[in-house]
């Protein structure tokens, strides 16, 4: 049974830098093909992809945020983790991890997902 | 990238049934997979649809995603309508099979 749970502060200060673990259970991010992805969701806006990371430590971040992202694993926990940096108040949302996986058509799908944790940034 | 333009709600009775459009900006729809993802508050994103027109195990076959290439566009068709399916509905895609870019959701109300 796949399952995926985030972690990490309710609030945050601007300037400050965010750090949110995916803690999961149920394969293994050496698995030839897997990944864990970032997403999240501004209150009552759209999902946003945020970061990539693959089972052979490849790594991809979205254009807009690249600066301010970095994503890192470690296989023996099990955990994914995502830092932010500096924060504002636009980077209020609710933070998801989700199993990015190759369907039979070769193309990738989140299969996968946590339940999302509310992060607010506020001073 | 590409943009990926959804109605901001729909809405419909029990029963019935309602189809929700995702229209691609440029490029070919069916040049990378689309996939539908429902969200309900306080519980985890559920995939519905994968790969244009699959489901997941354990998603009802009320559910089902198509192409339509003559409007570049994708669409989820939710037959049967429940109560239950008040949610939030988001298309996705991606550049490259890297770079995911989703829609900006539709909510579906159920009268």
């Known amino acids: 049974q796949v399952t995926l749970r985030e972690a990490g502060p309710a609030l945050v200060k601007p300037t400050q830098t965010l750090t949110l673990t995916c803690s999961f259970s149920g394969f293994s991010l050496l698995t030839n093909g897997l990944s864990v992805t970032w997403i999240r969701r501004p209150p009552g806006k759209a999902l946003e992809w945020l970061a990539r990371i693959d089972w052979d430590d490849d790594k991809y971040y979205n254009s807009s945020l690249k600066t301010r992202l970095a994503v890192s694993k470690d296989t023996s926990k099990n955990q994914v983790v995502l830092s932010l940096t500096n924060v504002d108040p636009g980077d209020t949302a609710t933070y998801f991890c989700?199993?990015?996986?190759?369907?039979?058509?070769?193309?990738?799908?989140?299969?996968?997902w946590g339940p999302g944790t509310l992060v607010t940034v506020s001073s | 990238n590409f943009m990926l333009t959804q109605p901001h709600s729909v809405s419909e009775s029990p029963g019935r049934t309602v189809s929700i459009s995702c229209t691609r900006s440029s490029g070919d729809i069916a040049g990378n997979s689309v996939q539908w993802y429902q969200l309900r508050p306080g519980r985890a994103p559920t995939t519905i649809i994968f790969d244009d027109n699959q489901r997941p195990s354990g998603v009802p076959d009320r559910f089902s995603g198509s192409l339509d290439t003559s409007s570049n566009s994708a669409s989820l068709t939710i037959s049967g309508l429940m109560a239950e399916d008040e949610a939030d509905y988001f298309c996705q895609s991606s550049d490259r099979n890297i770079y995911v870019i989703f829609g900006g959701g539709t909510k579906l109300t159920v009268l």
């Open positions: 989700a199993r990015l996986r190759r369907g039979p058509t070769g193309y990738n799908y989140f299969d996968f």
